[in-house]
């Protein structure tokens, strides 16, 4: 019994050291005061507000934005394709297969980002925003795979079967049947990739053309000359992206499943 109590203990310091920092970065981005410290002198918005007015913080915003959905949308459809023919039809290698696109996962995030920067230098290739998006595709794609795959172990190939013998053809099959099963894996794996991409900064810092900055960048750029309470309203702008993103994406595939059962 002592021993469950010094576990529970030593479980709630570790959220405790995790979680911390988050709320303190919350707390004093609402603070009123020009430099953040405790007590708070009152509660304020102005920082969210200079953040609007910020223009840099602004086309960071935007790039980040534009950056993560196109990265979900082109990780999520090869994501799909993939798993497809990996599960459902007869291909060589596919334990191999599995294993590459899963391998961005494996593999640290700097090598990664180094080894991609090298042969795109060995290809005679600059830093772009294409090499930007080519990076944070590879990097969310085996997310999106890992959900859909779990996905569609679930689904029976019998239904397309069935939709077959009923004169659907393949293409048929899969948007009439097969897609609307898939659905909440689709929508967790289009939100996860967009938020890995979002959220991405070693590899970002990278691939990322000069003068082109991400949210995270842009913080990264402004922590390196003073700590700005627009920082902190900046960070919890971040935060609620970040988290909120996953959670959605968890309700809406229990929402799915609930609504197929």
Known sequence: MR???????????VYLFMFTPIAIVVILSFNDAQFGGFPIEGFSLRWF????????????????LLL?????????????????????????ATNFFNTLLISPVLIP?????????????????????????AGHVLIALPFVVLVVQA??????????????????????????VTFPLLMPAVFAGLLFAFTISFDNITATLFWRPA??????TQIFGMLRHSISPEINALGTVMIVITVGLPLLAGAIARAFARRRT
Do not use: C, H
Not at 49 to 64: C, H, M, Q
Not at 68 to 92: C, D, E, F, H, N
């Open 3 to 13: 021993t469950w109590s010094l576990i529970r203990l030593f479980t709630l310091l």
């Open 49 to 64: 507000y200079a953040l609007a007015e910020n223009d840099a913080i602004v086309r960071a915003f935007r790039t980040s």
């Open 68 to 92: 993560g959905l196109l990265a979900a949308i082109i990780a999520t459809t090869l994501g799909i394709l993939a798993s497809l023919a990996l599960m459902r039809y007869s291909v060589p």
């Open 109 to 133: 995030e700097t090598v990664l980002a180094v080894g991609l920067l090298l042969f795109m230098r060995w290809l005679d290739q600059p830093r772009s925003i294409v090499l930007l998006l």
């Open 151 to 176: 996905r569609l172990v679930g689904i029976r190939k019998v239904y397309e079967d069935a939709a077959r013998s009923l004169g659907a053809n393949p293409i048929q099959a899969f948007f009439q």
């Open 211 to 216: 003068g082109v900055e991400t949210v995270p």
